[in-house]
């Protein structure tokens, strides 16, 4: 039997190379994290047209919403900070389309850092677009180094993360400047760092859709099995293969 495809999202440099012309972009770390699990990764771009979306995902048995630039604002209802980063509309419109085909079907669904944004956004939420401003106090959250664990998150027992985790407390990295303010009507938070940003949600009324504000695919090709990291992308893709062995 093949192994299940699992639709990846990817950004899009708008100027690459000595042309200067748009190039798709995703770091390798999360093709090393699903391909050894069974799963193969099939990239969703900003390049591809809704349409080309809905095809993709009709051949696929799971989400993976990767992390990269900011969300626009409008999404929300929101004007623009000035500390807004750069915003992509084309990868929010796909990626938005792709999460909704996702929910419609019950693909499972896993969020990384902006991905866990995206599912607030697109399900009624809203963000803080920059927390060193917009939420003063808060611990620094866009650490330099690629795989430090740097702060404390708090998991709610019983929950699919702590399921697939197999612990109340994590030490996680962190690589944002936004993050989750009001919480959309259909998202459970899941989990909590230590000054109070929210690190994690899932869909309550769905098989399995779970987000995560840090980076998880950045310890797993190194990692021991018994890594939480390593943990959660097997859960994920358990629930891939039976998916894909009830649409059978």
Not at 77 to 96: M, W
Not at 97 to 114: K, S, T, Y
């Amino acid at each position: 039997m093949s192994a299940p495809l699992v639709a990846l999202t990817s950004g899009l440099d708008l100027q690459a190379g000595p042309f200067g012309k748009p190039r798709v972009t995703v770091y390798s770390a999360y093709l090393d994290a699903l391909q050894p699990l069974g799963l193969a990764p099939v990239l969703v771009t900003p390049a591809h047209s809704i349409g080309a979306v809905e095809a993709l995902l009709a051949a696929c048995d799971g989400l993976v919403l990767s992390g990269g630039g900011d969300i626009d604002p409008i999404h929300f209802g929101q004007a623009p900070s000035p500390h807004l980063d750069y915003v992509l509309p084309a990868r929010d419109a796909v990626e938005f389309a792709a999460l909704r085909i996702a929910l419609d079907r019950g693909i499972p669904v896993l969020g990384i850092c902006r991905g866990c944004q995206v599912m607030n956004v697109h399900l009624g939420g809203t963000l803080y677009q920059d927390l060193n401003t917009d939420r003063p106090g808060s611990a620094g959250h866009r650490q330099d180094t690629w795989t430090d664990r740097v702060h404390q998150i708090g998991i709610t027992e019983g929950s699919r993360l702590h399921m697939a985790i197999g612990s109340s407390k994590l030490k996680v990295n962190t690589f944002h400047h936004q993050a989750i303010d009001a919480v959309a009507p259909s998202l459970d938070v899941t989990a909590i760092a230590d000054d109070g940003v929210i690190e994690a949600v899932e869909v309550r009324d769905h098989p399995w859709a779970v987000a995560v504000q840090w980076h998880p695919e950045r310890h797993e090709a190194s990692a021991p099995d018994t890594d939480p990291d390593r943990r959660l992308f097997a859960a994920f893709a358990e629930v891939v293969v039976s998916h894909r062995g009830a649409s059978l």
